[in-house]
């Protein structure tokens, strides 16, 4: 159970690390590496996550439709529209 949540605390702080160099670098000028180092892990750890940059865009695209779908179901179960008057 530790290590399922050191594996998930990893993936995480590899996205928000990506994230926030894509933030203040751009896409094409951060490397794996630099996600890795930002991240405090290895670049192998790193791959072992995500094969690539492009892998982990999807991720955070994932993450923000899970965000999304979870914030927006309840109020369309409720008859909440989206229309504004």
Do not use: C
């Not at 926030?20 to 892990?41: D, H, N, P, W």
């Not at 991720?59 to 504004?84: A, C, F, K, Q």
Request: no cysteine; hydrophobic share 35%; net charge positive.
């Amino acid at each position: 159970m530790a290590a399922t949540v050191k594996s998930e605390q990893t993936r995480r702080q590899l996205i928000e690390s990506a994230l926030s160099l894509f933030r203040t670098q751009g896409y094409a000028k951060t490397t794996m590496r630099s996600i890795a180092e930002a991240a405090g892990v290895s670049v192998g750890n790193a791959y072992y996550y995500f094969r690539s940059k492009d892998e982990l865009v999807a991720e955070l695209y994932r993450s923000l439709e899970d965000e999304h779908r979870s914030r927006s179901l309840p109020l369309l179960r409720e008859g909440t529209t989206w229309v504004n008057t």
